[in-house]
């Protein structure tokens, strides 16, 4: 589950939690200027205290000024840097939408949309699926866990990449759970993808969900559109999911209808 962040987490060399020091060293290290959508470079800044202004709450300061309020000593706030460094360009394109939708909230108080719940839900829970066999992403969105899972196992394995992003799901990846479960985005892509190095991928899949939410996710987007992944039953990441009787715990795979498809 920790792959993705494996690059930008091994680079921080030191025996106890990084400082937002070594934090910022390693933003100055990245091939290019990690920068939000606002063009400001990125800086991860300590948490103030309870913001009085709009421009001083989290998403808009982030929007506007480049700082990204960060705790030390905290895993949630570490998983959230280490996924900035991963995944720059997707996570400036979700603070981006925070901002928009966060302006409309001020000028209309207390009318949340159900697009920033679902912008958030993957912020903090989002999982990119690259899939290079339509019939496997259908299985997923018709929760058909024990077919897709156990019974085309191999095809999985071999034509499917589920991708962590959400910092909330690093965490709780700590210490994994029956009942730990992620928010995808499906992409279908071609079969050559998976034979790739895996910092090629992760590029790629930034570049991937950067363009949909920047371009592709509109004011209608919300919850239902991201597909339930029970992620201890992905092959390979869980010792107890090599026997067809895990798949049956329906209190963990849980049927369901979804009437949307697949990217």
Known sequence: ????????????????????AQLQQELIRAPQTI?????????FVPQAANPVRFEERYEPRAYLAGEVQTRTKNWHDLFNALVWMTFPRTKAALNRRHYMAATAEAASPGNRSRSRDAFTLFDESGVAIACSRSQLADLLHAFR???LFWERRAEVVSHMNFVLFGHSLYEKALAPYIGLTGHGLVFLLEDGFHALPE???LTQLDGLMADYFNAEAGDDFNPSQLAPV????????WAGNRAAEFYADTRYFR????????R
Do not use: F, K, N
Request: aromatic share 6%; net charge positive.
């Open 145 to 147: 866990w024990q077919e």
């Open 255 to 262: 049927p369901g209808r979804r009437s949307g498809r697949p």
């Open 199 to 201: 910092a090629e991928r």
């Open 35 to 43: 920068r939000c959508a606002s063009g400001q470079p990125l800086r």
């Open 1 to 20: 589950m920790m792959a993705p962040l494996h690059r930008a987490g091994s680079a921080i060399h030191t025996p106890d939690w990084p400082t937002l």
């Open 230 to 237: 029970p992620l201890l039953g992905i092959p390979g990441w």
